[in-house]
Every structure is written in C-alpha cells, then in structure tokens.
C-alpha cells in the first residue's frame, strides 16, 4: 500500500489513483502528468515576468483535481512543486476550497497555516 508520496513512487501513486474512464492508453496518463510540470512552467513564469495565466493555472488544477481528488492532487502538488512556489499555489488551492490544514503523506507533513500567500494572486483570484 502506498501511504507516503515520494518522488521514487510518484509515477505509481498516481497510477494508483488516477480516475479518467476516457484515458485508454499509458501516452494518455502520461499527458495528464505533464499538467504537473505545466504549471511549475507557469509559476516560474510568473516569478521571472510577474505574468500570471491564472485561468489556465485554475484550469490545469481543476483537471487534476477531478483526475485524482482533492486529497490525492494535494499532496501531489506540494510533492512536485518547488517548495519556493508553495505561496503562489496556496491561494490556487485555497480558492478552490480544497486545502487541508495539514498534508499528511509526504515525507513530512506539512502545515499549510505556516506557507504565506502571494498577493498579487490573492487579488487576481479575488476579481475572479
């Protein structure tokens, strides 16, 4: 049973509790994957240019979210996202009313009251 995430059994967590009846293929999970890295790409974006695609950021979330559920894509997230961009997906989680208090799972649990939020963020989703 898979009870801690790690970057060693990431690919078969999410395997484990991936949900998509359309997905018929191995390419396919994989593509879904990449949504992971797109939205590192778009955080770092942000923090080089202070350009935020925050309809396509909710986009790639939603999709994952609905993909693995909210506790899975959770963990998933804070897993693979560098912890430096942890202010800049916070408000992203939080706005969709799926963030725990504490992530639990991980190598080591994680409070999610002690990451700070990005402001910018705050207000662009504020005007959502």
């Not at 408000?91 to 649990?109: A, S, T």
Request: proline share 5%.
């Amino acid at each position: 049973m898979l009870e801690t995430l790690t970057h060693d059994n990431f690919l078969l967590y999410c395997a484990k509790f991936y949900q998509n009846p359309q997905c018929h293929d191995v390419k396919e999970f994989l593509e879904d994957i990449k949504r992971i890295k797109y939205i590192k790409k778009l955080f770092t974006r942000y923090e080089k240019t202070d350009d935020l695609k925050e309809r396509l950021i909710l986009n790639h979330i939603i999709v994952l979210n609905n993909m693995f559920g909210p506790q899975h894509v959770v963990k998933i997230l804070f897993l693979k996202i560098d912890v430096n961009h942890w202010s800049y997906l916070k408000p992203f989680l939080v706005f969709l009313n799926i963030l725990p208090l504490r992530i639990m799972g991980l190598e080591k649990p994680i409070l999610t009251d002690d990451i700070p939020l990005d402001p910018k963020i705050i207000e662009t989703l504020r005007s959502i």
